[in-house]
């Protein structure tokens, strides 16, 4: 889910405090300006587009058998635009005296993010020899991402991403076994702004605006990185007897940084929080390892997987935390004499209007977990009837003992479904645990019951040429307050309420 909290102090409910001691220090500290901050709204609109094109052409003889090609262009943008109620006259004219320009940049504008990007892959499909298979996969894309507006939070950069893979297939004294090779050279080009300090620029021209001051102090410096990365997977299986089988998994996963969180820098409001990139990032390296089991037998079904991931150079957005926050606002709040004296006293992201303070860092992780599920199907008036449970669990933490930021707890899942010829239907409830492994600065959340349901109906139409299919849905049906916990804005924007629709799909 997408969701954009009223945009007031950042970091409302950030820290643990409870409701009292929230009270208390907004009556002391923030005396006028939280009311301003929970009657500004931040509205958003989303656009995006799809190009595809795909295609395969077969060739009779050969080592080659089948080439499939595809193409694809993908233009996103979003468009997002702050809404202030109005105030009563009295506390306008207080409001205005007391922060005058501290808010500007709301009045300037929507700001406008786009993603734009082309993609080109072709699949060599080699001609099968006994039980061999072999695929060969090259792949080229170019994305260009953008921030313009009133509040662009990261410079315009450019990233072209090549990737060279291959596939085995074969059986194996008894296994089967998978193999998978890709290799990776990405580029990624952008800038980030720092400001420019200059010790006597107030005291040649004290007449400059803000704005004007603002553009003059700002610099730019360019990056131009190159990623060379090669990931590798292999996978074992097979079958201990009619109704058993299983799998093993090995893999080297490496991922480059993206363009976010190298060269981030600036106010990112869907997020709550001031966001400052690492152009140092190294690549991650993730070490898998995994083993499941599956189960079938006479309408029964059962499979279970368990998993380790050891990570090298994790890549998480760390929060500042309470007291660093409280410092930075109490800064951002001072008088102009005091902003005079201290100028250029902190870097370049002290100045983060309210919001927490959250950096791009690496440190190295382990994150294992568990899944499983059991269920029963059977036969019913024509159709099928489906009755399942399944949990899934992830335990992750740093190497130095603390737990990584917004991790998801254990979830428990039954579902019921039914499905016949042109009709299915299905009652899902899901129960969310409390989350209390929390990382540095993060606040537990409750658990919850989401509670489903949807019905399909297929209706033949222009005599059986087309179809359409009819979906009655209900979601979260308890309208329970239920809160993501690896949402960045929990806090402030819980998961949808209730929500019953109907949706049409035709298909030519």
């Known amino acids: 889910m997408y969701g954009i909290p009223f945009h007031g102090e950042g970091h409302e409910g950030h820290g643990g405090h409870d409701e009292d001691h929230d009270d208390d220090h907004d009556e002391e500290e923030h005396d006028g300006h939280d009311e301003h901050g929970e009657e500004e709204r931040i509205f958003s609109t989303t656009d995006s587009e799809t190009f595809n094109i795909e295609g395969s052409y077969v060739l009779s003889n050969g080592p080659v058998n089948r080439i499939n090609y595809y193409y694809r262009n993908t233009d996103y943008s979003l468009t997002e635009q702050h809404s202030e109620e109005e105030h009563d006259d009295d506390h306008d004219e207080e409001h205005d005296e007391d922060h005058e320009g501290e808010h500007d940049d709301h009045d300037e504008g929507p700001t406008l993010f786009s993603n734009d990007a082309d993609e080109f892959g072709l699949i060599l499909d080699f001609a099968q020899y006994n039980s061999l298979s072999q695929k060969l996969v090259l792949q080229n894309m170019n994305e260009d991402v953008s921030i313009l507006g009133a509040e662009a939070f990261m410079n315009p950069a450019e990233s072209n991403e090549k990737m060279i893979g291959y596939y085995l297939g074969t059986r194996f004294m008894g296994l089967d076994l998978d193999l998978g090779i890709r290799h990776d050279r990405i580029n990624r080009r952008g800038t980030v702004s720092h400001a420019h300090e200059e010790e006597e620029h107030h005291d040649e ?19 131009d990185i190159d990623y060379n990365d090669t990931s590798i997977a292999l996978s074992l299986g097979s079958s201990i007897n009619e109704n058993t089988s299983f799998s093993i998994g090995l893999a080297q996963v490496k991922r480059a940084p993206s363009a976010v969180e190298l060269f981030m820098n600036g106010e990112h409001l869907s997020t709550g929080r001031f966001e400052v990139g690492n152009t140092n990032l190294e690549t991650e390296t993730s070490n898998n390892l ?7 037998n006479d309408g029964f079904f059962a499979s279970a997987s368990i998993f380790r991931n050891d990570v090298d150079d994790y890549i998480y957005l760390q929060d500042e935390t309470e007291e660093e926050h409280e410092m930075h606002h109490d800064e951002d709040h001072d008088d102009d004499d005091h902003d005079e004296d201290h100028e250029g006293d902190h870097d370049d992201h002290d100045d983060h209007g309210g919001l927490i303070l959250a950096n791009y860092l690496q440190k190295d992780a382990e994150l294992n977990g568990y899944e499983f599920e059991i269920g029963r199907s059977v036969e019913m008036n024509n159709g099928s009837m489906t009755l399942s449970y399944g949990m899934d669990y992830v335990n992750a933490k740093f190497k130095d003992g603390t737990y990584v930021p917004r991790i998801n707890p254990r979830r428990h899942i039954i579902s019921l479904g039914y499905a016949k010829e042109g009709t299915s239907a299905s009652l899902i409830m899901r129960k969310v645990t ?11 959340t409750e658990s ?9 109906q297929r209706i033949p139409i222009f005599y059986g040429e087309s179809e359409m299919f009819v979906t009655v849905f209900a979601k979260n049906l308890l309208d329970e307050v239920a809160r993501n916990h690896s949402s960045f804005v929990k806090d402030q924007v819980p998961l949808p309420g209730r929500n019953i629709g109907i949706r049409f799909n035709f298909q030519f």
């Open 290 to 296: 995994d083993f499941s089991l599956n189960y079938e």
């Open 448 to 456: 919850y019951n989401m509670l489903d349901l949807k019905v399909s």
């Open 434 to 444: 409390s989350q209390s492994k929390l990382a540095l600065n993060e606040t537990p």
């Open 205 to 223: 021209d004290e007449d400059h605006d803000e704005e004007e001051h603002h553009d003059e102090e700002e610099e730019l410096e360019s990056y």
